[in-house]
């Protein structure tokens, strides 16, 4: 009897952990509205969202939740602080900071709005094979470089960036689930995370001024990522469905880790 009870109570714990992200959340969003606003403190709270996201997935299996805890449904949890700590709260940094043309504020809703139908998509996510559907929102790392392309470019390309991503979001690409990927493809996807976490984590006391080949070096990891997302999906098994029947469970939409 308490073996059961015990591994009840975990599950349940293991629902307050994903729920803690709140915390993180909304301090990054009280520092984003303060008038001398400090981008580096949003990210640094981002950061530990990201880092929440990436653990309650695995404890959440470990534990399996699902069946210990039912009355909580932990990935209606999970996405509700996906889309607000990796597509609403970064998208309001970049509006908060004038990184976009004047007039163009409306590019924010673009993205958010593209998030939410990518979020809201039935094959967003397919764990069985590993894949994500479209850019996975991953607006909270896009917007730390849009700091660093605003000093250097100015705002237009900043705009043109989120116009771009906001249609990825949208499109019927594939990447993959860093967690999900084949073993002899999942170590190196897995290093190269932390790798650039730490690299980011570099960038951050500096931002949005960092060292240009830090910056440079930095991007290795998200084309590495990209390309070989695409050669996965193209070599993907024969028995991948349709997207039109593809429903399985679902990941945790966290940043590459």
């Known amino acids: 009897m308490w073996k059961p009870r015990r591994e ?11 729920a803690s992200g709140i915390i993180p959340a909304a301090l990054a969003m009280h520092e984003i509205i303060q008038t001398d606003c400090d981008p580096r403190r949003v990210f640094g709270w981002l950061l530990l969202t990201t880092l929440i996201d990436a653990v309650d997935g695995p404890l959440a ?30 998208l309001m940094l970049a509006w908060r900071m ?8 409306f590019t924010v809703s673009l993205a958010m709005g593209a998030s ?3 979020f809201a998509h039935r094959e967003a996510k397919n764990e069985r094979h590993g894949f994500f559907r479209g850019f996975p929102s991953y607006w909270n790392i896009a917007v730390f470089y849009a700091g660093i ?6 705002p237009w390309p900043v705009a043109v960036l989120l116009w771009l991503l906001a249609g990825l979001t949208v499109a019927p690409i594939h990447l993959i689930y860093p967690n999900q ?22 960038m951050l006391p500096s931002y949005p001024h960092p060292p240009i080949w830090l910056a440079v070096i930095s991007l290795g990891y998200p084309v590495a990522y990209v390309a070989t997302s695409i050669q996965l999906w193209r ?12 429903e399985s469970s679902q990941p945790s939409r966290s940043v590459p880790s």
């Open 181 to 202: 990927a084949p073993r002899r493809h999942r170590r190196w996807l897995l290093l190269g995370s932390a790798v650039w976490t730490l690299a980011l984590l570099a």
């Open 116 to 118: 939410l139908f990518g």
């Open 61 to 90: 299996r470990r534990y399996h939740v699902q069946t210990t805890a039912p009355s909580i449904d932990g990935r209606t949890m999970d996405d509700l602080l996906d889309y607000l700590t990796f597509a609403f709260i970064p």
């Open 235 to 246: 070599r993907r098994p024969q028995d991948f469905p349709p997207e039109s029947a593809a």
């Open 149 to 154: 392309v605003h000093v250097s470019w100015g």
């Open 98 to 105: 004038d990184w976009m043309p004047t007039g163009l504020g």
């Open 8 to 18: 009840k109570w975990i599950a349940y714990g293991v629902h307050v952990f994903t």
